[in-house]
């Protein structure tokens, strides 16, 4: 089934709804079923006020509740993994406003045949803002009236391999990260993968365009060709997305290339055969949802559909029911869940590998005389993630990373107090610094601290003398 | 006993004097076991009309007391319109308890006597939860405290974030039972403020090209844990205003917010409560001070009130600016600021009851009437008029950080609540508010139908339902937020062919509901001060048949019909 598009003179001809009947006779379907309220919108973040199933107020449900009165008293929570239906790395969260997040970060590789005419090395590591850097100037993204990096990514034959969907609103995710302010991330293990690349129909058709004919035409006869025909010989070539036919066109009546110069060069960057990566090559563009499900079905899951059964309803209503198995998007097959649990078993340990993990890393001590020492203390961060992320600068939800220093009894400090606190250790080595004046007897022996909540704690003795 | 009971039954049939009455003087404050023994004194002078029961325990122990007050031989309480009142959620803002108090004992001295009260208690019912934030209000009269402390719940927050948690509060240095104020002596040009020339007792700023021998060093402490600061840590600060459900928003954004919406009991007793007595329509928390009705919501960003809701709002409060003289009807996020989680939001948003927030008292002490009230003025009112009561004089002290200062001020008990001799007139005023709530609670009456009968066994109904009072039998908000069901008409004796909502009787235009005639839905309910006609084609016999209106926050009324 899809949707009728008015756009295209199409009317609905059908009503779709999930199996069931009238029974309180008011109209509507299943509209009062069992149960009630769902955990997953029962969260305080982006909390929809006007959703029966978001519960009477936020934190209303024992589940949501249970859930939280565990996480406020266990601040050492350094990066929570939601495995719920939405999946965060396919799809970049937008947040309650669905502000776009920045895929600029993104790391993406650069296809041979783009490679060559942008001046990227092929097939080297780039983020998409370096990519978006060289190509938002090229005259073909301005003739577009700019580029977006969501451009970029497509053009680079990029997107998801699957739809991720965005977390609910008043869900545990958003929570997370927004008021308890957590790394959080929300997976959904598995989906339904986009539909598997169909061969590009090239040469399909006789009077197709191919390579080799296009060597041998005349600039007129590229004049001449249907723009149609030109643009599916380009996509048919995997040539890049911004070579239009009208800019072939030009090219060739400029004089500048004659088409045997052209597929010359198609041939050199790799264009004239299958190079794309599949998903770009399908021919068709960007799958939807339901042909994914069709294909997949088709191709392993046979029983995930079940036939078109015409059925009278009690009130007389002729209707029939069948359609996709609702569990078949959320529930894999026994060898596919065992794959996905350990591609996601094996992505948490290297996750957690990454986590902030603070030590000591120097200790100086320096007698300035009258019995008073000047002691320094850094304290690094060795993980790879910082101690705190950007957002929990800001909610101040964590206690800061606090380097302290403790006295014998006898011992005092010059000035100051015996707490240096810092909001934010960077990763991979950043540090945070103290100084403390101590009065103190010779021999003394003095502790200095580096205390988190989420990142460990580290201590380390040094005799003053 | 049973014999007791039976003559105590009897003797509430009229509800007169009663002997065990309590008769509470209304010229002080009331610490929390004396208010709760006033409630069992009341509940005992007047069983089956006055019910208290704790809606469950608080963050540090004590109980959510409730107080039920209704005519119980006109129905029960839950079938009944309620206003709702409140008082100490924020536990320094004291005489709320006082005020709900007065209230109570205004409506079951005078039930019998004067008719709006008797009218308020045989078909409304008035919830009082006179302590809200309890175990703070029982601190701020037990322990040494400051007119704004203690505030909020009795929930140990680590305010300066250093891992330890309310380590560093204000300190009684004096051992005087109060929590006052230091200053300090400092040399000529080290200092910010001079003595005020009139009143040794007052500090008053230097001018810019002056030179300044005092420091104000702040509320009476110590910096207890070595940290360098003094009082930055000290009990508290979740606000209970601050964490409900509706419109909630974490503490980075609210001070005062808690972890997740009615993290502690103190609101979510009441909230789980309320959530079960959507019969409230009326919700009025009593706080201090500037003399303010307040309107939610409690943030510019939230969404606006719905004109039909705002038209009921401004109607009570324009009225309540003339019952409260000096009192203006505002909203409170542009007056007060934003705000976000506050109780008041949560009942209008998820009860759907009219509520506002009430500040008590306003500066009494404007001698000369320039509307502006100076410190000499205060001073002069604590000399003349309570003979000094008010303020503890400057002492020398030898603190451990500041060396001499001296320590002194103004008592926890003075400001925010207005001196005894004062307070009566407030609470009346007050009280007298709630009742004119009270007043206009959705009024419904079912008027004399039309019938016609359009052939034999077939008659068509129209059947006026009127709200003669502001309220609306249901609110905007409730349809807005699909907070509870809606109105629900039903006809029974008679099979209903078709029903619905007239939208003009002369020119017979019906809205008709298309599934399920039997059950009319009405949509909106009845409005404040109008008449909604109600449409039922039903298939009979001549003789009676019984027409239901039945509304949530209207409660259950029934008709007979005569079929010709």
């Known amino acids: ?465 | 006993m049973m014999r007791s009971i039976l003559a105590c039954l009897l003797c509430c049939a009229i509800l007169s004097a009663q002997t065990q009455a309590p008769d509470p003087k209304w010229d002080r404050l009331y610490p929390n076991a004396e208010v709760l023994q006033l409630m069992r004194d009341y509940e005992k002078a007047y069983p089956g009309w006055v019910k208290l029961e704790s809606l469950g325990k608080t963050s540090a122990g004590g109980d959510t007391w409730l107080l039920t007050i209704t005519n119980p031989k006109t129905g029960a309480a839950e079938t009944k319109p309620a206003v709702y009142i409140d008082g100490s959620t924020h536990a320094n803002e004291i005489q709320g308890t006082e005020t709900t108090l007065y209230t109570v004992n205004f409506v079951l001295k005078n039930y019998g006597k004067l008719p709006r009260v008797t009218e308020f208690l045989d078909r409304a019912t008035l919830y009082v939860i006179p302590m809200m934030n309890v175990d703070s209000r029982e601190r701020w009269f037990t322990q040494a405290s400051t007119p704004n402390f203690p505030r909020t719940l009795p929930v140990p927050i680590d305010d300066d974030r250093d891992g330890l948690f309310d380590e560093d509060g204000f300190d009684d240095l004096d051992g005087d039972g109060e929590i006052t104020m230091m200053r300090k002596k400092v040399a000529l040009g080290q200092g910010t403020h001079k003595l005020d020339p009139k009143d040794s007792r007052l500090l008053v700023p230097v001018r810019a090209d002056e030179l300044g021998d005092y420091i104000m060093l702040g509320t009476e402490g110590i910096d207890n844990d070595g940290d360098g600061q003094v009082n930055e840590d000290p009990y508290g600060y979740v606000d209970p205003n601050r964490v409900c459900g509706d419109g909630f928003q974490p503490r980075y954004v609210q001070a005062g917010a808690s972890e997740y919406p009615l993290q502690y009991p103190e609101a979510r007793n009441i909230a789980e409560w309320m959530g079960s007595h959507l019969n409230v329509n009326v919700v009025m928390s009593y706080h201090n001070f500037g003399k303010l009705i307040l309107r939610m919501p409690g943030a510019r960003s939230q969404k606006p009130m719905s004109q039909v809701d705002l038209r009921v709002h401004d109607f009570l409060g324009k009225e309540g600016e003339k019952m409260l003289p000096g009192y203006r009807y505002v909203w409170v996020a542009p007056v007060l600021g934003d705000s976000y989680g506050s109780s008041a939001d949560h009942t209008y948003g998820r009860v759907g009851a009219f509520s506002v927030g009430i500040e008590l008292n306003a500066p009494q002490q404007d001698f000369n009437g320039d509307k502006n009230v100076s410190p000499e003025e205060v001073m002069k009112f604590n000399d003349e008029l309570t003979q000094g009561r008010m303020f503890v004089n400057w002492k020398a002290f030898q603190h451990p950080q500041y060396g001499e200062i001296e320590i002194g001020g103004f008592k926890h008990d003075t400001g925010r609540p207005p001196e005894g001799f004062l307070s009566v007139e407030e609470y009346h005023r007050n009280a007298m508010y709630v009742i004119y709530h009270g007043y206009h609670l959705p009024h419904l009456k079912i008027e004399d139908p039309t019938v016609v009968k359009v052939k034999n066994g077939l008659y068509r109904l129209h059947i006026p339902v009127l709200n003669d009072r502001m309220i609306p039998s249901v609110a905007g908000i409730v349809q807005q937020n699909k907070i509870h069901r809606q109105d629900l008409a039903t006809i029974s004796g008679a099979k209903v062919l078709s029903s619905g909502i007239v939208e003009d009787p002369y020119l017979n235009k019906v809205r008709l509901q298309e599934h399920r005639p039997e059950r009319l839905f009405v949509s909106g309910g009845v409005d404040g001060a109008s008449t909604k006609t109600l449409m039922f084609l039903i298939e009979g016999v001549p003789g009676k048949v019984t027409f239901t209106y039945d509304s949530i926050k209207a409660g259950k009324l029934s008709k007979e019909i005569l079929l010709p």
């Not at chain 1, 249907?226 to 090219?251: C, H, R, T, V, Y």
């Not at chain 1, 997949?296 to 009690?314: E, N, Q, R, Y």
């Not at chain 1, 097959?333 to 078993?345: F, G, I, R, Y």
């Open chain 1, 1 to 465: 089934m899809r949707r009728a598009d008015p756009l295209k003179g199409e009317k609905g001809k059908f009503k779709l709804m999930a199996e069931g009947i009238d029974d309180d006779k008011d109209g509507l379907y299943n509209e009062d079923p069992a149960g009630g309220y769902r955990p997953d919108r029962n969260f305080a973040h982006a909390w929809n006020e006007a959703d029966p199933e978001s519960g009477p107020w936020p934190s209303a449900q024992p589940e949501s509740r249970a859930i939280m009165d565990f996480l406020v008293k266990h601040r050492n929570v350094a990066m929570a993994v939601v495995f719920g239906p939405a999946n965060n790395l396919l799809e970049m969260p937008r947040g309650s406003a669905g502000r776009s997040g920045d895929i600029g970060s993104m790391k993406v590789t650069v296809p041979r045949n783009i490679a060559n005419f942008t001046g990227l090395e092929a097939n080297k590591e780039y983020t998409v803002d370096e990519v978006y850097e060289v190509l938002k100037d090229s005259p073909v993204a301005r003739a577009q009236g700019g580029l977006t990096k969501e451009a970029v990514v497509q053009l680079l034959g990029g997107g998801p391999a699957r739809s991720g969907g965005q977390s609910a609103p008043g869900g545990l995710q958003n929570w997370l990260y927004y008021q308890y302010s957590t790394m959080a991330i929300e997976l959904d293990v598995w989906g339904i993968p986009k539909k598997a690349a169909a061969k590009a129909p090239a040469g399909a058709a006789g009077d197709a365009l191919t390579l080799d004919k296009f060597e041998k035409m005349s600039a007129a006869e590229v004049a001449a060709l249907d723009d149609e025909k030109l643009g599916a010989f380009l996509k048919n070539i995997n040539a890049p997305a911004m070579a239009s036919a009208a800019m072939i066109k030009q090219g060739v009546a400029s004089g500048r290339m004659t088409p045997a110069q052209m597929a010359g060069m198609i041939r050199s960057q790799g264009g004239g055969g299958a190079a794309r990566p599949a998903a770009a090559a399908a021919g068709g563009g960007p799958t939807t949802p339901d042909e994914d499900t069709i294909a997949f079905i088709d191709a392993s899951a046979k029983d995930g559909i079940v036939a078109w059964t015409p059925v009278t309803l009690p009130d007389g209503t002729k209707a029939e029911v069948g359609g996709v198995d609702p569990f078949l998007a959320v529930a894999p097959n026994e060898s596919e869940l065992k794959k996905a649990a350990d591609v996601h078993a094996d992505a948490l340990i290297f996750m957690a590998g990454k986590l902030a993990e603070v030590a000591i890393a120097d200790v100086q001590v320096k007698a300035l005389g009258s019995g008073v020492y000047e002691v320094s203390a850094t304290a690094a961060n060795n993980g790879f993630l910082p101690t705190a992320t950007r957002l929990q600068v800001r909610t101040r939800s964590y206690l800061p990373a606090r380097l302290t220093i403790t006295l014998p009894s006898g011992a005092s400090l010059v000035q100051g107090n015996n707490r240096s606190s810092n909001e934010r250790i960077t990763g991979s080595g950043g540090t945070t610094k103290a100084t403390w004046m101590v009065n103190a007897a010779p021999g003394s022996r003095i502790t200095v601290s580096i205390l988190t909540q989420n990142a460990g704690e580290d201590r380390r003795e040094v005799v003053l003398q």
